[in-house]
């Protein structure tokens, strides 16, 4: 029941219905992290969105010392809200580096192929996720622009 009322406060899954998001819950691979552990590198392929049920997470861009820049912090993000979107939609390289900063961070990972299964089982939830995630990305993408 926890994992289900955290997923109905994220923002992607908008406009479904209780039963819907219970259907997403059940792809949904919980994950713990503690302070400093990295969830994921940039660079590495995606094919997993998560969701943050819990803690906090620090998006980093920047490689460092194999890079051409010194590593950024982009933004904190913490519990109802997701990363790794991009993976829902492309098999692609992660654009950033994921590491949680909290001592207890749990996330609920959606593995690319079973929600793209879930889809073609129900339109419904794949037209609702997707429009979310475009709405969002879009957002972000202005959002970048304004800042240049």
């Known amino acids: 029941m926890e994992l289900l009322n955290a997923l109905q406060r994220v923002e992607m899954f908008d406009g479904l219905p209780e ?3 219970a259907r997403l819950a059940a792809l949904c691979q919980e994950a713990i992290y503690g302070k400093d552990d990295v969830i994921f ?12 049920r ?10 460092g010392s ?8 982009v ?5 109802g809200q997701v990363f ?20 207890r961070t749990v996330l609920d990972g959606i593995r ?6 879930l889809c073609e ?5 794949g037209y609702a996720v997707m429009r979310n995630l475009a709405t969002d990305l879009s957002f972000k993408l202005r959002h970048s622009n304004l800042r240049r």
């Open 19 to 21: 039963e819907s998001v």
């Open 41 to 52: 590198s940039q660079g590495q392929l995606g094919d997993t969105l998560y969701v943050i």
């Open 54 to 63: 819990e803690g906090l997470v620090e998006i980093v861009i920047g490689h």
């Open 66 to 73: 194999d890079g051409p820049e010194s590593p950024k912090s």
């Open 75 to 79: 933004i904190l993000l913490g519990s």
């Open 84 to 103: 790794g979107e991009m993976a829902l939609v492309d098999r692609g390289r992660r654009s950033a580096t994921v590491r949680s900063v909290a001592a």
């Open 112 to 117: 690319r192929d079973e929600f793209l299964a």
């Open 121 to 125: 089982s129900d339109y419904r939830i």
